[in-house]
C-alpha cells in the first residue's frame, strides 16, 4: 500500500504576515480526503488558530516540515531567503514570479514543482479558487474602515440641534475587487462616494453600490480579456491625471486600488495633486505594495503632505487575518481538490486550472512572463 499524500502548512516568515494558508476545519476536510496533514508549530498562531485546534482536526504538529511532505501551502512561501524548501515537492503559494527571479531559482535549486495563485485564469469554474479576490475584498473593506477611524469628519450626513453636517466625500479610484468593496464599505458607513475606473464596464457596477461614476474618455481597448485594466499609453494617461485631479482636490477622502497584474500600480495622484487636497483630506493607497498609485506613498507608513495623510499599508489582508486565512484557506482547498484523485496526486495538465497555476514543475519553467 502506497504511503499517503503529505500536505505540510508552512509558517509564514515575513513578520507582518499574520495568515495563515490552511485553518483547522478545511484540515478536517483533507484528513478525510485520506490525506496526512502536518502543520510547523505556531503556523496558525497569529490567525487566531492554535496546535491544538490543528491537532484536533489530525494534523500533525512538528517544528518543520518532515522530508515526506509532498505538498506545502503558503501564503508566500517566497518571502524570505531563509526560508526552508523540502525537495521535490510541490509548493502552492501566492508569489512574486513574475517580478522576482529568486522564486525560479529556488525552485530550480530544490526540484521544487510550483502552482502559483496569482496565476488562477479568471473563468467560472476557477472563481472558488481564485485568493487574488478573496484577499482584495478584504484589502477593500479595511481600506474603508482606515477612511472611517482616521477622517477628521463623519462620514454620514448628520442632522442634530446644532444644525445639519454634510456627508464626507470619499473618491475611490479603480474598481476592481478591492475598489468596490471599498466602495461598498464607506457607502454603507453613509458618505457621498464616487468611483473612478478607466474601464468604461465599471461604470455599472459602481452604480449599482450606490455611487456616483466618473471615468475620462478612454479607448474602447482599455482592458484586456480577462477583465483587467490594460496599461495605458503616455498621452493617456497624462490625460487621467488631469481628469482625476479636480475630483481628489474635492474629496475628504481617497481610496487607491487600481493595479495591472505583473507590472507596477499606475501612477494616478501626483504630489502637486496631493499639496491641493482639503487640510485633513486623507489618501488610502492600497495599490501600495506594487509601487503605489499615489507620487507621495510610502510602502508601510503614514507621511502627511501639507495637511493631507498619505497612509501606504504593506499588507491589508494580514491585519484582519482570521477572516483572510480563512477565505484564502478555502481557495487553497479548492485547488487540492483538483488535484487528488483516490488518493493520489494527479496534476493534470488537460485541466486549464492545472495548466495555467503550474509555472514551474520539477525546477523548470513552464511558461514565460
Known amino acids: 500500500m502506497s504511503e499517503k499524500i503529505t500536505v505540510g502548512i508552512l509558517r509564514e ?8 494558508s490552511l485553518v483547522p476545519k478545511d484540515v478536517k476536510l483533507l484528513i478525510q480526503m485520506g490525506l496526512s496533514v502536518e502543520l510547523e508549530t505556531g503556523a496558525g498562531e497569529k490567525a487566531g488558530f492554535l496546535n491544538s485546534q490543528y491537532e484536533d482536526a489530525g494534523a500533525k504538529v512538528s517544528m ?40 525560479a531559482d529556488i525552485c530550480k535549486k530544490n526540484n521544487l514543482s510550483l502552482l502559483a495563485m496569482e496565476f488562477v485564469p479568471r473563468i467560472a469554474r476557477a472563481q472558488k479558487l481564485d485568493s487574488l479576490s478573496s484577499q482584495a475584498s478584504i484589502a ?11 477622517l477628521n469628519k463623519y462620514l454620514p450626513l448628520m442632522m442634530t440641534a446644532a444644525g445639519t453636517i454634510p456627508p464626507a466625500k470619499v473618491l475611490v ?8 468593496q471599498a466602495i461598498a464599505t464607506v457607502k454603507r458607513l453613509g458618505a457621498e462616494v464616487t468611483g473612478y475606473d ?8 459602481i452604480r449599482s453600490l450606490g455611487a456616483k461614476f466618473i471615468s475620462d474618455e478612454v479607448p474602447e481597448d482599455s482592458e ?12 493617456n494617461q497624462k490625460s487621467q491625471l488631469e481628469f482625476i485631479k479636480e475630483h481628489i482636490i474635492k474629496s475628504d477622502a481617497v481610496i487607491s486600488t487600481a493595479a495591472i497584474p505583473g507590472r507596477p500600480a499606475p501612477r494616478l495622484i501626483e504630489q502637486k495633486t496631493v499639496e491641493l487636497m482639503k487640510p485633513g483630506s ?30 501606504g499599508p504593506s499588507n491589508l489582508p494580514s491585519e484582519m487575518a482570521f477572516d483572510a486565512s480563512t477565505v484564502y484557506s478555502k481557495n487553497i482547498l479548492s485547488l487540492i481538490e483538483l488535484l487528488i484523485k483516490d488518493e493520489k496526486m494527479d496534476i493534470n495538465l488537460q485541466d486549464e486550472i492545472i495548466d495555467a497555476m503550474l509555472v514551474i514543475e520539477k525546477g523548470k519553467k513552464r511558461i514565460g512572463v
Open 173 to 180: 479610484l479603480g474598481a476592481g475587487v478591492a475598489g468596490l
Open 224 to 235: 484586456v480579456k480577462d477583465g483587467y485594466a490594460k496599461e495605458q499609453s503616455e498621452e
Open 64 to 103: 518543520k516540515l518532515s522530508n515526506s511532505t509532498n505538498v506545502i501551502t503558503s501564503i508566500n512561501a517566497f518571502s524570505s531567503k531563509d526560508n526552508k524548501y523540502v525537495k521535490d515537492s510541490l509548493v502552492i503559494s501566492t508569489t512574486n514570479f513574475r517580478t522576482d527571479n529568486k522564486v
Open 282 to 311: 486623507i489618501i488610502v493607497d492600497v495599490s501600495a505594495p506594487f509601487g503605489g498609485n499615489c507620487e507621495c506613498t510610502k510602502l508601510g507608513e503614514i507621511i502627511t503632505v501639507n495637511d493631507t495623510k498619505v497612509y
Open 13 to 20: 516568515n515575513d513578520t507582518l504576515e499574520n495568515r495563515v
Open 198 to 205: 478607466i474601464r468604461l464596464a465599471a461604470g455599472e457596477q
Open 140 to 150: 477593500g473593506y479595511k481600506a474603508g474602515l482606515i477612511v472611517a477611524n482616521s
